[in-house]
């Protein structure tokens, strides 16, 4: 079992940035592979993010690549997703989520995560 602690996140303009913390506590971080998706207000949660236990693979979906990127640090249990060029489209409750997996994979739907954050909400201005 892992518990997962979103924060970082707050209002910010238009083409400005936020950086999210996601903290986990529990079993063995660097057996996790990780996940960011987030959920607009009237909308379904969508997938944002994804990296590999090791941090040597990511992915992320088309609407936020180039300019969000997803990191970890297993010695800190944390993984991180830097958001830069926000805009206002990209409001919304952003979560981390987890499961188990050792190898070179990551994962981009939301049924293949077993654990989940409680959220952290984002809202760009415009």
């Known amino acids: 079992q892992v518990q997962l602690v979103e924060s970082g996140g707050g209002l910010v303009q238009a083409g400005g940035s936020l950086r999210l913390s996601c903290a986990a506590s529990?079993?063995?971080?660097?057996?996790?592979?990780m996940g960011w998706f987030r959920q607009a207000p009237g909308k379904e949660r969508e997938f944002v993010a994804a990296i590999n236990w090791s941090g040597g693979s990511t992915y992320y979906a088309d609407s936020v690549k180039g300019r969000f990127t997803i990191s970890r640090d297993n010695a800190k249990s944390t993984v991180y997703l830097q958001m830069n060029s926000l805009k206002p489209e990209d409001t919304a409750v952003y979560y981390c989520a987890a499961r188990e997996s050792l190898g070179s994979g990551y994962y981009i739907r939301q049924y293949s995560y077993a654990y989940w954050g409680q959220g952290t909400q984002v809202t760009v201005s415009s």
């Open positions: 529990g079993r063995t971080f660097s057996s996790y592979a």
